[in-house]
């Protein structure tokens, strides 16, 4: 029987990547998206990926949005990917407390909220599969990102406390750090400063979302049983430690 995967964000960028290459492997897919529903229904249409609209940094709507996925799907959600994120950028000295306050939401509280709403389910099963989407810039800080890369360095931090906490239930907790990837998030950086960024990527290269769909996959597999609190940077040789 198929295993029902839920993407947080999944109907853009790279949760819409995430969410194909998933429905390719044989998985049951649910893509879940926030704001754009016009983005949403064009990537249904074209891909038969059902969409679920909710908030991921809504403690409620989360347990309501997971209990609809299994309803939909048939099934309890086996697999979780915590994709979804935003940018607030602006240095410090000029950054409202607005802006710190909706990515730390968005991108940190999203991951407990939905993690907090499978995880009973994944216990009771002794399976489960959660791979948090953090950040490069969540490992080495970004100028202009403090409330980014706080969220993104908190989701590494998660993944390694409730990797030990579900190592015994059969439930593997994997973050991937990607780099700079090539999606609507990254072009609204300032051209000049994205050059800049992108000489520095010793692949010479923006990344492509299917990059970071292909660790995904990885991580998720049943047999990938052994492999949990880890880390995996998918970014062009840009960092590393
Ligand atoms: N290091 C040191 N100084 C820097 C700098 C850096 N990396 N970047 C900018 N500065 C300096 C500039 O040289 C400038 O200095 P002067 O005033 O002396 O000329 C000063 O900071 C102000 O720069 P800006 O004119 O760019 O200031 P701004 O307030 O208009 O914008 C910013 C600042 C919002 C941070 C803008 O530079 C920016 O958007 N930077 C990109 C941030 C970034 O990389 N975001 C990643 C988004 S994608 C993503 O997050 C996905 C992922 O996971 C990788």
Redesign the pocket.
């Known amino acids: 029987m198929a295993r029902v995967a839920l993407v947080t964000g999944g109907t853009r960028g790279i949760g819409a990547a995430i969410s194909i290459s998933l429905k390719g492997a044989g998985y049951k897919v649910a893509a879940n998206y926030a704001a754009s529903d016009e983005a949403a229904k064009k990537f249904s249409d074209s891909t038969g990926i059902p969409v679920f609209k909710f908030d991921v940094g809504d403690f409620a709507a989360c347990q309501a949005g997971v209990a609809a996925v299994a309803q939909a799907l048939g099934g309890p959600v086996e697999v979780l990917v915590n994709n979804a994120g935003i940018?607030r950028?602006?240095?410090m000295h000029?950054m409202s407390a607005d802006n710190w306050d909706a990515v730390i939401r968005t991108n940190l509280s999203s991951c407990f909220n939905t993690s907090r709403a499978v995880i009973d389910g994944m216990r009771e099963r002794k399976f489960g599969r959660i791979v948090n989407i953090g950040?490069?810039?969540g490992q080495a800080g970004?100028?202009?990102?403090v409330n980014?890369a706080a969220a993104?360095s908190g989701i590494h931090g998660f993944t390694k406390a409730l990797a030990q906490e579900g190592a015994r239930a059969g439930i593997t907790v994997n973050a991937i750090a990607?780099?700079?990837v090539d999606t609507e998030?990254?072009r609204?950086?300032?051209a000049d400063?994205l050059e800049k960024?992108i000489a520095r990527i010793p692949r010479g290269r923006l990344g492509r979302a299917e990059d970071i769909a292909r660790g995904v996959l990885f991580l998720v597999a049943d047999d990938a049983d052994f492999i949990t609190g880890s880390t995996m940077s998918i970014n062009g040789g840009q960092h590393m430690y």
């Open positions: 940018t950028d602006g240095v000029k950040s490069v810039n970004q100028y202009g990102q980014y993104k990607p780099g700079y998030m990254v609204a950086v300032p400063v960024i």
